[in-house]
């Protein structure tokens, strides 16, 4: 776990990844011993914002909604009262579950939780070196294998909690992917985008490393054709092309792919020459003879590929 910052030693550990568990004293608590389903939500929302006050107005709604009944709050500090004895036996008033604001809160000087665990890790990757940033991104991904929650599959606070998770999951992984890259581990770059990828297909910055790691690899084709399913998605559900580093990786990668094959990179330079002319500042472009007598040797070498393409279809 991380450091406490406060100092105090944590009465508590919890597990929110995969089996929900509570450890306290050397004892382990699993979630039948919470006294029902009810009260071990309760103990989620908290843990879930733990550190911040949960009004029991806001409990009520998350557990109930509107079909709430009038002894509803009188039911939650029922189960409330449960949960202390529970993680807190004979320290009901200064354990980690706390009164606070018309509502409850854990403190979180007395709580170790697997989620803040993975969120400091993930925060003091942000602010580290790429050596280390990456070995601290990787302990943040294996510590979030298992799904957050995994276990409560029909409340939506807990379906909201997992959406939320799985977005920082993706940034943690793109961050492991980049810094890997930057280590020169082009496999790992690749295997944690495509892991990204999947998680968000419209994720840029997951397309971007992706390419780019099968660049580094010397997979020209393996880029190329991610390039091409990264277009053709964003062409499809957002209605543009792919931004500026991508189209650049997916340049190189052509450039790459050509390489030792003289045909295709008289093609190639063919495309990009008359793409320039196309769509290029006119300030750089040649002098009329001199463009012209390009162009038409474009056209030559173009014009010859493609009949030659033509001839092998048949």
Same mark, same amino acid.
């Given at each position: 776990?991380?450091?406490?910052?406060?100092?105090?030693?944590?009465?508590? +550990?919890?597990?929110?990844?995969?089996?929900?568990?509570?450890?306290?004293?050397?004892?382990?608590?699993?979630?039948?011993?919470?006294?029902?389903?009810?009260?071990?939500?309760?103990?989620?929302?908290?843990?879930?914002?733990?550190?911040?006050?949960?009004?029991?107005?806001?409990?009520?709604?998350?557990?109930?909604?509107?079909?709430? +009944?009038?002894?509803?709050?009188?039911?939650?500090?029922?189960?409330?009262?449960?949960?202390?004895?529970?993680?807190?036996?004979?320290?009901?008033?200064?354990?980690?579950?706390?009164?606070?604001?018309?509502?409850?809160?854990?403190?979180?000087?007395?709580?170790?939780?697997?989620? +803040?665990?993975?969120?400091?890790?993930?925060?003091?990757?942000?602010?580290?070196?790429?050596?280390?940033?990456?070995?601290?991104?990787?302990?943040?991904?294996?510590?979030?294998?298992?799904?957050?929650?995994?276990?409560?599959?029909?409340?939506?606070?807990?379906?909201?909690?997992?959406?939320?998770?799985?977005?920082?999951?993706?940034?943690?992984?793109?961050?492991?992917?980049?810094?890997?890259?930057?280590?020169?581990?082009?496999?790992?770059?690749?295997?944690?985008?495509?892991?990204?990828?999947?998680?968000?297909?419209?994720?840029?910055?997951?397309?971007?490393?992706?390419?780019?790691?099968?660049?580094?690899?010397?997979?020209?084709?393996?880029?190329? +054709?991610?390039?091409?399913?990264?277009?053709?998605?964003?062409?499809?559900?957002?209605?543009?092309?792919?931004?500026?580093?991508?189209?650049?990786?997916?340049?190189?990668?052509?450039?790459?792919?050509?390489?030792?094959?003289?045909?295709?990179?008289?093609?190639?330079?063919?495309?990009?020459?008359?793409?320039?002319?196309?769509?290029?500042?006119?300030?750089?472009?040649?002098?009329?003879?001199?463009?012209?007598?390009?162009?038409?040797?474009?056209?030559?070498?173009?014009?010859?590929?493609?009949?030659?393409?033509?001839?092998?279809?048949?």
């Amino acid at each position: 776990m991380v450091d406490n910052v406060g100092g105090s030693t944590p009465e508590i +550990s919890v597990r929110l990844f995969g089996t929900f568990e509570v450890r306290r004293k050397g004892a382990v608590l699993k979630a039948a011993d919470m006294g029902g389903c009810k009260p071990r939500h309760i103990l989620e929302i908290l843990l879930l914002n733990l550190g911040t006050p949960v009004s029991k107005t806001r409990l009520v709604e998350l557990l109930w909604g509107p079909q709430a +009944s009038d002894g509803a709050v009188a039911t939650l500090e029922s189960y409330v009262s449960g949960i202390r004895r529970v993680i807190q036996p004979g320290n009901t008033k200064s354990g980690p579950l706390r009164t606070a604001n018309g509502g409850y809160v854990l403190d979180p000087q007395l709580v170790e939780l697997d989620l +803040s665990e993975f969120h400091e890790l993930v925060r003091a990757a942000r602010q580290s070196a790429p050596a280390e940033a990456h070995v601290l991104s990787m302990r943040a991904l294996e510590l979030a294998a298992e799904p957050l929650l995994g276990f409560e599959l029909v409340a939506d606070w807990a379906e909201e909690a997992r959406t939320r998770h799985a977005a920082e999951k993706v940034a943690a992984a793109i961050l492991a992917a980049e810094t890997a890259a930057f280590l020169d581990k082009p496999e790992l770059a690749v295997s944690l985008a495509q892991t990204a990828v999947r998680s968000e297909p419209l994720n840029e910055r997951a397309w971007t490393i992706l390419v780019a790691g099968y660049e580094q690899a010397g997979l020209p084709v393996e880029g190329l +054709s991610a390039y091409e399913r990264c277009r053709r998605l964003f062409d499809r559900d957002l209605g543009c092309a792919p931004g500026p580093a991508l189209q650049a990786a997916h340049l190189r990668l052509l450039r790459q792919r050509a390489e030792g094959n003289t045909e295709l990179s008289e093609v190639l330079a063919a495309l990009l020459y008359l793409g320039e002319r196309l769509h290029g500042p006119k300030c750089t472009q040649p002098a009329a003879e001199e463009s012209r007598r390009m162009q038409e040797n474009a056209g030559r070498v173009l014009d010859s590929f493609l009949q030659q393409a033509l001839a092998a279809a048949v």
